[in-house]
């Protein structure tokens, strides 16, 4: 019976030694900020995703994916099926100086990319 409660005793405090886990705090990443203040914040992603000038970096463990235009965050998304349309908008704002069938063409091929 004395060896059952020591090694109790040694099983809570062998476990009340152990570091908590810190789970990256995605809300605290804004628009605009660099991906090295991202990677700093929340760390490296699991993935790296890219489609011409936009870059989707995806935490799948977290059910979340950031999206970059030209090295800043465009967006931050909760569900990984949802980066069609972040990157729709990321590719609309980069080509929005050439004409609409150039646009339409970049935008169709980021699509099919992403659907594949």
């Not at 994916?65 to 990984?80: G, M, P």
């Not at 704002?93 to 646009?103: H, R």
């Amino acid at each position: 019976m004395k060896k059952a409660f020591m090694m109790i005793g040694l099983l809570i405090w062998i476990c009340s030694c152990q570091q908590e886990i810190k789970h990256p705090d995605f809300n605290e990443v804004k628009s605009g900020m660099t991906t090295q203040q991202v990677e700093k914040l929340v760390g490296k992603p699991e993935k790296v995703k890219r489609m011409f000038f936009v870059v989707t970096w995806k935490y799948p463990k977290y059910s979340k994916s950031i999206v970059f235009n030209s090295d800043t965050v465009v967006e931050v998304l909760n569900d990984l099926n949802a980066s069609a349309d972040s990157v729709k908008k990321a590719v609309e704002g980069s080509v929005s100086g050439k004409s609409k069938d150039s646009a339409s063409i970049e935008m169709r091929k980021a699509l099919r990319s992403l659907q594949q």
